[in-house]
């Protein structure tokens, strides 16, 4: 009996790491793990659209998408959002103890080698859900994003998976998410691409693929519910480029103009008297009241796109639409209501194109399609404010499904993203770390820089010298070739400076003479907790070749030596330019 119960308990034990194993060292089942990702990807994606359609029908009494209706009661389409700030108010009042820093993907990529927690994930989700089924003017796109890449994250890490291989699990999670959100597997694979991973590789192509193949597969399978179509079977005039490159330029100063919009509002928030778990209620209050003048403002706009694309609307119906919209959503975000641009900036954008389309046609007579204007509004302000110029162009090439207008989306996103780095340099997300003291610009692995500091990399030695000691003593104690360098101590033990060994042995120099005289680097020294690029820098700067590391009360606790340095930072660079699956 006991032996038949140890064997169960060996089972237990081996099973989970002969697959753990399998998926380190096989392709194919790494590959067949993202594509299980993308699978449940897929479903959390459909059940919380699902979820939203039933709360705009309970709350505001539609069936179809809120921000499509024609018109809605105006007790249900003011109070929503009302009510909607008073629960995510509350939210914040109930999870600020135990979910105060909760990494979205990029940040999670970025820093943490992919780990992102699950409790939290699952309280942003609720949050985002919350904002947006009760109208507030904010995108689901980071519900989506989060719930995907947190379980993608929690398998990972039970597989203890390596950090490079959770990083692109986290991405396939999040790339299936906007690959099944709009029906766009080649977007929502270059999304993961360009946002969540920061890089493109051939060792993630196959998985993160795999993930929104399987994503957008799972949602077709089980809903007809799709992201935007709109199909353009035309070519592009030669004379459309240059509109189309002004078009581009305008909508880079709109992006830039919402996402600092986004963060005064934030910041007034901050500095105001409110309490903040009340702030929400305030940003209901004021959509509300825009929700009396025109219903499209609620919640993430998949509605009101539809009325954009799909009608003629007069231009000062497109004009109002832009403003109120842009103010809802800058109020939304500003005042706490969780969510993302993503959405709202697609649909500002493609009311942008239309309104150039029909300025440009009132002004030159040009007779160019409309639809070209749209579609690369769309994408060029969503580029600005994302900054995924791939992942919009692949989403243009299958909403249209013309190439042509692809590489005119294509021209429009990388001309709107060269002028957003040049005048602004951050993406949404990454100016929203910026605000918060982070000195994160993308998703790129930074976190293995944080975690090699100079605490790790020192040599811990005892062998220190005092500046009263004799050069003599010093070269009977330290002969050539035994050391590079020692610190120098003063008499209350505290760090004096470095005695360097070529220094010490020069003929040059009265044995008679103290140490003291030939300190160096006297201010110049490393702390513990300084990464290994700050070390680096500090040893150009100073021009040194070894320096101590000196504690908060000025002890030596070790040195640090700047070719040993260098070989761990080229070392650690190598691994994750050049990943082995074995």
């Known amino acids: 009996m006991h032996t038949l119960r140890r064997r169960k308990a060996l089972r237990r034990i081996v099973a989970p790491f002969r697959l753990r194993t399998l998926i380190r060292r096989n392709e194919i089942a790494y590959t067949a793990l993202a594509a299980i990702i993308g699978l449940l990807s897929g479903l959390a994606v459909v059940g919380m659209q699902e979820l939203i359609h039933l709360m705009g029908l309970w709350i505001f009494g539609s069936e179809d998408p809120v921000s499509g209706a024609a018109e809605l009661d105006p007790i249900r389409a003011f109070a929503g959002p009302v009510v909607g700030g008073v629960l995510v108010g509350l939210s914040y009042l109930i999870g600020r103890r135990w979910f105060r820093r909760v990494a979205d993907p990029i940040e999670a990529n970025a820093v943490g080698g992919g780990k992102i927690g699950v409790p939290g994930s699952l309280y942003i989700t609720a949050q985002t859900i919350l ?8 995108g689901m796109e980071a519900a989506y994003t989060q719930v995907a890449s947190g379980g993608a994250s929690w398998l990972g890490q039970r597989l203890r998976l390596r950090r490079e291989d959770l990083r692109q699990l986290v991405a396939a999670g999040a790339g299936g998410a906007i690959a099944a959100a709009f029906d766009a597997p080649l977007a929502g694979a270059f999304y993961a691409f360009e946002l969540v991973l920061a890089t493109y590789t051939v060792a993630a192509l196959l998985p993160v693929l795999a993930a929104s193949i399987a994503a957008t597969a799972v949602t077709r399978l089980i809903t007809d519910s799709h992201g935007p179509s709109l199909f353009y079977a035309g070519q592009v005039p030669v004379d459309g480029y240059l509109p189309i490159a002004l078009l581009a330029v305008l909508a880079a ?5 919402i996402m600092r919009s986004v963060a005064m509002m934030e910041q007034l928030f901050a500095k105001s008297p409110i309490p903040g778990w009340t702030q929400p209620m305030i940003g209901g209050l004021a959509v509300g009241f825009l929700a009396l003048v025109s219903p499209q403002v609620l919640s993430s706009g998949h509605g009101a796109m539809t009325l954009v694309l799909g009608t003629n609307m007069t231009i000062w119906a497109l004009l109002s639409l832009f403003l109120l919209k842009t103010l809802a959503s800058i109020l939304s ?4 209501f969780r969510g993302g641009l993503f959405f709202a900036s697609l649909l500002l954008g493609a009311i942008l194109g239309k309104l150039f389309a029909i300025g440009w046609m009132i002004a030159f007579g040009l007779q160019i399609p409309i639809v070209i204007f749209a579609v690369v509004g769309m994408c060029a302000l969503a580029t600005s404010i994302i900054g995924a110029p791939m992942a919009m162009s692949f989403l243009a090439l299958e909403m249209t499904q013309s190439l042509p207008l692809a590489l005119a989306v294509l021209f429009s996103a990388l001309l709107s993203t060269s002028i957003v780095r040049q005048f602004f340099g951050f993406s949404f997300s990454t100016w929203r770390f910026h605000l918060r003291g982070e ?5 790129t692995d ?4 944080r975690d090699l500091t100079v605490g790790r990399l020192m040599r811990r030695t005892a062998n220190t010298l005092s500046t009263g000691t004799t050069i003599a003593e010093a070269r009977r104690r330290f002969p050539l070739g035994s050391t590079k360098a020692v610190p120098l101590l003063d008499e209350t033990d505290s760090y004096a400076g470095m005695c360097l060994m070529t220094d010490l042995h020069w003929d040059g120099h ?3 003479e103290r140490l003291a005289s030939l300190a160096r680097f006297k201010s110049a020294w490393l702390r513990p907790e300084q990464t290994v690029r700050d070390a680096i820098n500090s040893f150009a700067r100073n021009e040194a070749d070894t320096l101590a590391v000196v504690g908060s009360d000025m002890t030596v606790l070790g040195t640090l030596n700047e070719h040993y340095c260098l070989r761990r930072y080229a070392d650690e660079t190598n691994k994750r330019l050049y990943p082995a699956r074995r």
Do not use: E
Request: proline share 3%; no cysteine; charged share 10%.
């Open 131 to 138: 904002s947006s089924g009760f109208g507030g003017s904010v």
């Open 510 to 512: 009265d044995p008679k």
């Open 253 to 257: 100063g709109v992006g830039i103009v």
């Open 446 to 449: 930074i976190g293995w820089i």
């Open 439 to 443: 000195s994160i610009r993308s998703a």
């Open 333 to 336: 975000l500003g005042s706490g």
